[in-house]
Every structure is written in structure tokens, then in C-alpha cells.
């Protein structure tokens, strides 16, 4: 479906590869009185780890964690209300280039659920240096290829795409609220 036959709403999209700086940027704007989301993946895995499970049980099946992520993304984001500004931590076109990157092939419901996506615009923030934590095990040819196929899909789909350069966080923020 074009762009311009989804059904407007005041979301805005932060999302690039890993350690990008995606949650730090959304957290300064939830600081200054945005509505934002949480990133569903790390979100999954919190809530994995507190029934005891390590994230190499967690993410051992790949096309079921991605599954699982994209049911709280879906949820998520059918909970906002079109006529606020929300700022998410990725969306639901993230799962395509997850998809895309790990192989998995891709299910009816994520390609029916992407017909309906709406979002005003995304902004792909530019790589940092990588740094792995306990949900974050990625090395840096796959930070590249993944940030890569996030900005393929989101123009894919017809979204208008800003990329936001390396910037200190603060103005980064400045950077994105200059262009919504």
C-alpha cells in the first residue's frame, strides 16, 4: 500500500543498527515530556531473564525471539493513540530487516501487518562504536549489515527517512525536533 493510503498518525520512528544510541536518544526526549516506547527485543529479554533464563536460551531460536518481539511490537504500537507524538524506540518495520539479516523467512502476518504500518517520519541514526552488553552480542560486520537493511525496508516501504548524523546526544534530540 503507498504511503499515502495509510492512515496518518504523529508517530516518529528512532531506530538504526546496534549502538546507534536509540535508547539514549529516546530517553532525553521522554526527559523533556514526549511519549515514547521501549525497544521490544531488550524488553523480551528483560522480562526472559526474570523467569531465569540466560539470553543464549533466550535467543537460541532466532525465528522464535523475533516472533515473539514482534507480537510486543505489535501490541505496543496498537496501543498508541494516532493523535499523539510518540517517539518509538524501532517499530514494526525493524522485524523485516531482523528477518532479512538472520534468514528467517518471512511470515504472512508480519507481511500483512506492514500493509497497514503508519508512521510520519523515521529518523536512522548513524553508527557508534559497538559496544556488547547482556542483550546486545553482536559484532561490528553485523551492526553494519543490519543498520544497512533498516534503511533499505523503511524506504522500501515509502517512509520519509532522515539520517541523523554522529552528533553528541543532546544534539542529536536538537537535530531530530528540528525536522519533524
Not at 510518540?86 to 517499530?91: E, K, P, T, Y
Not at 543490519?146 to 553528541?168: K, M, T, W
Request: aromatic letters at 8%.
Amino acid at each position: 500500500m503507498p504511503n499515502s493510503e495509510r492512515k496518518p498518525n504523529r508517530w516518529y520512528v528512532i531506530t538504526g543498527g546496534p549502538c546507534c544510541g536509540k535508547t539514549t536518544t529516546v530517553n532525553l526526549l521522554r526527559s523533556m515530556g514526549y511519549e515514547t516506547t521501549v525497544e521490544e527485543a531488550r524488553h523480551y529479554i528483560d522480562l526472559q531473564r526474570a523467569d531465569g533464563k540466560t539470553p543464549e536460551e533466550i535467543e537460541r531460536n532466532q525465528a522464535d525471539f523475533q516472533k515473539h518481539v514482534l507480537d510486543l511490537q505489535i501490541a505496543q504500537e496498537r496501543s498508541l493513540s494516532p493523535d499523539t507524538v510518540v517517539f518509538l524506540d524501532r517499530a514494526i518495520p525493524d522485524a523485516r530487516a531482523y528477518y532479512q539479516f538472520l534468514g528467517i523467512p518471512e511470515d504472512r502476518r508480519l507481511a500483512s501487518v506492514l500493509e497497514s504500518v503508519s508512521y510520519h517520519k523515521i529518523f536512522i541514526l548513524d553508527l557508534l562504536p559497538l559496544v556488547n552488553d547482556y542483550a546486545r552480542r553482536d559484532n561490528v560486520d553485523a551492526q553494519r549489515s543490519i543498520h544497512a537493511l533498516l534503511i533499505e525496508v523503511y524506504r522500501s516501504l515509502g517512509f520519509p527517512v532522515i539520517q541523523v548524523p554522529v552528533l553528541p546526544a543532546e544534539k542529536r534530540v536538537e537535530f531530530i525536533l528540528d525536522r519533524l
